[in-house]
């Protein structure tokens, strides 16, 4: 996929979105070519340095920016070159469908493998254990707690893994 085409990918920019938030966006929208120090970007941008740093590291962080450091000869100072590398964007977001995947599963079987009880007054959602505690009494208003079925839960869940299994083309085996 080209430069291009990822930055205008609403998916892409979504992600960026996600990761530097609404101040660091036009830093992540933006990358200019070649590399560019954190004081010419808050420049060319019109945003404080700050923000432009704290974008910048975020994108550090999740291998899509790296710097080079520069020393100053007479003042000792110094300087960060950064360049972006937008490359790994594909990459990073299927480790965060694999990670969404897991988290998924793993709330799957917690919501299958546990009895839940509602107090309908609160919206408080307790587990056997918890009601069982209470005497199946809100702690909170002292409503009767009913069984909950979470089936249309699991089912939502059940249907959001499947999508993630056939996009990510995981084999489910078991």
Known sequence: MAFEDLLNDPVIQKYLHELVGPTGMPVAAAPPDGEVTDEELAE????????????????????????????????????????????????NLQEEMYRLLEALEEREEYERTH?????????IRFEFGEAMDFGFECPECGSPLDAMDNDRLRDAMDQ??????????????G
């Not at 009895?115 to 919206?123: A, G």
């Not at 959001?160 to 085996?173: C, F, G, K, Q, Y």
């Open 115 to 123: 009895e839940f009880y509602l107090c309908e007054v609160c919206s």
């Open 160 to 173: 959001r893994i499947s999508a993630l299994r056939d996009e990510l083309n995981v084999d489910v085996t």
């Open 44 to 91: 060319e941008l019109g945003l404080e340095l700050n923000d432009v740093r704290r974008a910048l590291f975020i994108l550090y962080e999740n291998d899509l920016a790296t710097y080079r450091r520069v020393r100053d000869e007479d003042s000792g100072w110094l300087t960060y070159l950064w360049t972006f590398h937008y490359d790994n964007i594909p990459e």
